[in-house]
């Protein structure tokens, strides 16, 4: 009894332990929202006076004039649709491109090149410094009149996405049951047919978590968009990277920029984590 009660103590203390644990580094983690939250509802003159943790209704009193002030802006406005609309488009065309791909590299053998080549050919335009494509994709651009203009960017970001939706889609499908898509086959469907109404119907979790995850992406990128895009194309990152004029930078502007760019993935997160959870499990456990 002794014993057990002992086990027991150690297994309530290292839960503890545990817990607290967790909860520091959700501190760490947090503390950015948090400062962002905070400095967006200050006066200026509260973002260089007041001290400690800057705590609402505690160390200042918070105001709404920043939020209002940047809303109201056209720029704010045009940049914020700009994202959104890059955002979903890159992330929709990568999808449609990506899933086929991802189908035909987990069912299919080809005769020239393995299948596991290609897979690593698709992997490796991740390993590749997007720095070092600026100049050939502003050339191009530039040749075909597409400079400043949302399917520049959309096209730009669905070429860079596209790896992840190949190489995590790919092993959804490696992960799904063959023997529905072989019966689907002797019942007279063909392989798209197998496709369209037996596989991607039991992958749609998991692609709906991938398209999240290329939609972040897309959504927080800022090389193409400061290089392709001067005026009418721009997006949020560039939006924040501007919160500078002759007085310096501007945290407070910077602060509710920054939070206008960190609520919608949130929000789409917070919207699909059904999705999210049954994605990143699916064919973890296998009978």
Do not use: C
């Not at 997007?130 to 096209?155: E, K, N, Q, S, W």
């Not at 992840?164 to 490696?174: E, G, H, K, N, S």
């Not at 063909?190 to 959504?219: Q, V």
């Not at 949130?266 to 994605?279: D, K």
């Amino acid at each position: 009894m002794p014993d057990r009660e002992r086990s027991s103590e150690g297994r309530s203390l290292g839960y503890a332990f545990g817990s607290i644990a967790a909860i520091v580094v959700a501190m760490i983690f947090l503390f950015p929202f948090y400062w962002a939250l905070s400095t967006s509802l200050r006066n200026p003159i509260d973002t260089f006076t007041v001290a400690g943790l800057g705590i609402p209704w505690v160390d200042f009193e918070p105001t709404f004039a920043n939020w209002l002030q940047q809303l109201a802006t056209a720029e704010a406005r045009q940049a914020l649709a700009n994202s959104t609309m890059i955002a979903v488009g890159a992330s929709v065309l990568a999808l449609l491109l990506g899933t086929p791909a991802a189908y035909a590299l987990a069912r299919f053998r080809f005769r020239r090149i393995p299948n596991r080549d290609l897979t690593v050919w698709f992997l490796s335009q991740r390993v590749l410094p997007p720095v070092a494509t600026v100049i050939p994709f502003y050339l191009v651009m530039r040749a075909l009149g597409l400079l400043d203009t949302h399917i520049a960017l959309i096209l730009i970001n669905a070429t860079f996405i596209l790896p992840f939706v190949v190489v995590i889609v790919r092993q959804t499908f490696l992960d799904l049951p063959l023997e529905l898509e072989e019966a689907a086959l002797v019942d007279g469907a063909g392989h798209f047919g197998a496709f369209w109404r037996i596989a991607l119907p039991l992958a749609m979790p998991a692609i709906a978590a991938t398209g999240l995850i290329i939609f972040a992406f897309a959504w927080n990128e800022f090389l193409f968009a400061i290089t392709i895009a001067s005026r009418e194309a721009i997006t949020i990152p560039v939006l924040m990277a501007g919160a500078v004029d002759t007085r310096g930078v501007q945290f407070w502007f910077m602060a509710v920029r920054a939070m206008i760019a960190m609520i919608p993935p949130v929000v789409v997160a917070l919207l699909a984590q059904r999705f999210i959870v049954r994605g990143l499990t699916l064919g973890a456990v296998k009978g």
